[in-house]
């Protein structure tokens, strides 16, 4: 069974620095993306970020880009996403989401909330 556990959200103020931790477990391929969504009362859920262990290729949102940076330990099975100048509209709970291409099918961590107060 896929796991995803997360880790590392918190309250900061704006300007401020946190990072947070997805580790996976319960597959051996090597062949996934793995990367974060967020979601802020109110508002559906949206893509942040994403990392393809295959190749090494890395996406980011718009609205992130440059203030955020994922990276994998591929060895752990473990995405982490540096999130720096943390802004009030960055405020959302996070999850971890993993996706196999082959068969397709994805998971989800249980979301760890950020907070950025003003």
């Known amino acids: 069974e896929v796991q995803l556990v997360e880790s590392g959200g918190g309250l900061v103020q704006a300007g401020g620095s946190l990072r947070l931790s997805c580790a996976a477990s319960g597959f051996t391929s090597n062949d996934y993306a793995i990367g974060w969504f967020r979601q802020a009362p109110g508002k559906e859920r949206e893509g942040v970020s994403c990392s393809s262990v295959a190749d090494g290729s890395t996406q980011y949102a718009a609205s992130v880009q440059s203030r955020f940076t994922i990276s994998t330990n591929n060895a752990k099975n473990t995405v982490y996403l540096q999130m720096n100048s943390l802004k009030p509209e960055d405020t959302a709970v996070y999850y971890c989401?993993?996706?196999?291409?082959?068969?397709?099918?994805?998971?989800w961590g249980q979301g760890t909330q950020v907070t950025v107060s003003s």
């Open positions: 989401n993993v996706y196999f291409p082959i068969p397709k099918r994805d998971y």
